[in-house]
């Protein structure tokens, strides 16, 4: 009988829980820190949508080597249905990489800027340089990060690095 008593609780609590974020309009199943929901309230993120068919959709990294957590976003643009990145960093500023990227130079090299892999990590700077010694990234990449961890789009035959270089994101990929 107690058990049932403290199960009966348990459902109550998370229903009411529940109810809550749904009272909030969130969705229970996108629930992800506060950084992220500040960064696409940004007017960077202004026009793109989370792409939650990636799993996971967001990666925790130290990408620009400050010390703290920034996060990197699977988002999808609105109008050209084009993936990318949003960047989310510890100190408050925010990256769009891709998808409806409102600049007239490209950030990577794929076919309208839609370089969403259908795997990605963070890379350590270790891990980065030692991708030099594949061959055909060698040219690609800088000689040594200036900060932080890496974005490692990953697809069958090969991988991309997105990396900070101090003053912005750049793409490295194996050269043709």
């Known amino acids: 009988m107690r058990l049932a008593r403290i199960a009966l609780s348990v459902l109550l609590i998370l229903s009411a829980a529940v109810t809550f974020v749904l009272a909030a309009g969130e969705d229970p199943s996108l629930?992800?820190?506060?950084?992220?929901?500040?960064?696409?309230?940004?007017p960077t993120a202004a026009g793109i949508d989370l792409n939650v068919e990636t799993n996971p959709y967001y990666l925790r990294g130290d990408y620009d080597g400050d010390g703290r957590p920034d996060y990197a976003v699977a988002i999808r643009g609105r109008n050209t249905k084009r993936n990318g990145v949003l960047v989310c960093t510890g100190?408050?500023?925010?990256?769009?990489?891709?998808?409806?990227?409102r600049t007239t130079q490209p950030f990577s090299d794929?076919?309208?800027?839609?370089?969403?892999?259908?795997?990605?990590?963070?890379?350590?700077?270790?891990?980065?340089?030692?991708?030099r010694?594949?061959?055909?990234?060698?040219?690609?990449?800088?000689?040594?990060l200036v900060?932080?961890?890496?974005?490692a789009m990953?697809?069958?035959?090969?991988?991309?690095?997105?990396?900070w270089d101090g003053h912005a994101y750049r793409w490295a990929a194996p050269t043709k």
């Open 110 to 131: 794929m076919p309208n800027d839609n370089f969403f892999a259908p795997n990605w990590a963070v890379y350590s700077k270790e891990e980065t340089r030692a991708l």
């Open 31 to 42: 629930i992800h820190p506060e950084q992220i929901d500040h960064c696409l309230k940004s």
């Open 91 to 101: 100190n408050g500023r925010t990256f769009l990489l891709g998808a409806d990227q």
């Open 147 to 151: 900060r932080g961890e890496s974005i």
């Open 133 to 144: 010694q594949w061959k055909g990234i060698t040219a690609a990449l800088p000689p040594r």
């Open 154 to 163: 990953i697809w069958e035959d090969g991988i991309s690095i997105i990396y």
